[in-house]
């Protein structure tokens, strides 16, 4: 891509995701760590041991034992490759996720710390999976975190996102 695009400059590739998507973000920031400079994993499954059998299972398959004691979910979870961190890493989580257990990414603060790695943490005490009406604080956030992070700017101290107001959040 970046023969393609001279604009892109690999030394400053960044990358963010949420659920899935924030899973493959820590994925690819400890499998690629000279690559990546900062990601931003927010609600990651980061141990399938530890999130719903369904999915799992759907693509590693039943856990299973190996004779040295390893297992067939080793090689997907984040918590075996923390260690190789590098770059600048941001995770956040919502603690009342409906969806993938908040143990999942306080698992991966542990192997990180474990590790001696830095990190960053977000938390929003009383959100879901989606973070709801957390957003425009999460996008300025992810904002802030790249801005400070690849483009070596400071961005506006707490400058204030306003998001129309959802009637299904509690919290506005």
Known sequence: MAQKYPYIDLNRAGIWGHSGGGYATAAAMFRYPDFFKVGISESGNHENRNYEDDWAERYVGLLKTNPDGTTNYDSQSNITFAKNLKGKLML??????????PSNTLLLVEALTKAN?????????????????????????RWDYFARNLAGVEPPQDYEMKAKPDPRNTIQ
């Open 117 to 141: 790695k830095s990190y960053d943490l977000v938390v929003f005490p009383n959100a879901q999976h989606g973070f709801g009406a957390y957003s425009p604080y999460m996008t300025r956030r």
């Open 92 to 101: 956040a989580h919502g603690l009342m996720d409906d969806n993938v257990p």
